[in-house]
């Protein structure tokens, strides 16, 4: 599948860090996702049953973020990727997190993660 939908720079504050301070202190993270999508039908029916309602994937994210207290970006991009999944009939998805002003000197820094369903499956 060629076709692609993605949703970008969704800002959400979450506790995550391994130090003391990160670990009562709320952060802003940023999120990119890519997923498949046929857009084809969609085109046709000007429907969004026939595409993936990238508004149902964010209102579930910043939901399950806003709770989420992880020490490691890595494991917050993990689950996020598998909460996707598991909710959305798509095959396969990217995410990428950054965590903005972790490092001094810099905007951020981050993980892009893809993973498919096989990678969750039970």
Known sequence: MRDRIHLSDLKIETIVGIFDWERTTRQMVSFDFEFPADARRAAQTDHIEDTLNYKSVAKMVIAFVEKS??????????????????????????????????????????????????????
Not at 91 to 117: D, F, M, N
Request: net charge negative; aromatic share 8%; glycine share 8%.
């Open 69 to 122: 207290e992880f020490q490691l970006v890595e494991t917050l991009a993990e689950r996020v990727a598998e909460l996707i999944l598991r909710g959305f009939d798509i095959p396969w998805v990217k995410v990428s997190i950054s965590k903005l002003g972790a490092v001094r000197g810099s905007r951020e820094v981050g993980i892009t993660i893809e993973r498919t369903q096989a990678d969750f499956a039970t």
